[in-house]
Nanobody, 125 residues
Framework: VQLQASGGGLVQAGGSLILSCAAS????????MGWYHQALGKQRELVMA???????QYGESVKGRFTIYRDNVKNTVYLQMNSLKPEDTANYYC????????????????????WGQGTQVTVSS
């Protein structure tokens, strides 16, 4: 499985971006999908995750501003980011899991089996 993320860029504070991540290759079924971000010098942390039946899970810092959704036909997950803040600046990674997990497990990077290459989001003040 390969994951191709796109949509990052430079945006002013208060602006919006949509990230997308498409899975390709041979696989039976992708269950959970997620977006993580990693700022310079910091650990990678969960932004949002979504189950195979579309239930979202929010990271605390983005609740009310970001939305995650997926297209299971296209094997693509999207991250709609609104009201962006300078502290959202980071490299954003998509990830997929072939397992069935819990809300707790989806918070941890080792739960995910495949990762995309990352797309940089920079928010200027």
């Amino acid at each position: 499985v390969q994951l191709q993320a796109s949509g990052g860029g430079l945006v002013q504070a208060g602006g919006s971006l949509i990230l997308s991540c498409a899975a390709s290759g041979t696989f039976r079924k992708i269950n959970d999908m997620g977006w993580y971000h990693q700022a310079l010098g910091k650990q990678r942390e969960l932004v949002m995750a979504i189950t195979d039946d579309g239930r979202p899970q929010y990271g605390e810092s983005v609740k009310g501003r970001f939305t995650i959704y997926r297209d299971n036909v296209k094997n693509t997950v999207y991250l709609q980011m609104n009201s962006l803040k300078p502290e959202d600046t980071a490299n954003y990674y998509c990830a997929t899991s072939f397992r069935y997990g819990s809300a707790w497990s989806r918070c941890f990077a080792p739960y995910y089996d495949k990762w995309g290459q990352g797309t940089q989001v920079t928010v200027s003040s």
